[in-house]
């Protein structure tokens, strides 16, 4: 089992921004179906350093409609490299 580590909402696409959004601003643990589009809209940037320190950004780019109760996510993964 990994360890998990939080992902927050960044204001920003820069490496600055996305550390300080996955330091400060750390989504709840749980979101309900119903909030989700809301809290998780197209144009979100959600940001975590992950277990081997790097940091890394997912865009939301497009969100669909499911045959569930939940939306189908688009996203574009940004992983930066250590210097």
């Known amino acids: 089992m990994g360890v998990?580590?939080?992902m927050g909402k960044s204001a920003?696409?820069?490496?600055?921004q996305c550390l300080q959004g996955a330091q400060s601003d750390v989504l709840p643990a749980k979101i309900e179906a119903k909030d989700l589009r809301g809290t998780l809209p197209v144009g979100a940037l959600l940001c975590t350093v992950t277990t081997d320190k790097r940091l890394a950004m997912l865009e939301v780019t497009d969100i669909t409609t499911s045959h569930g109760n939940l939306p189908d996510y688009a996203?574009?993964?940004t992983l930066w490299q250590k210097r």
């Open 4 to 6: 998990y580590t939080p």
């Open 12 to 16: 920003g696409k820069t490496p600055q």
């Open 75 to 77: 996203t574009r993964l």
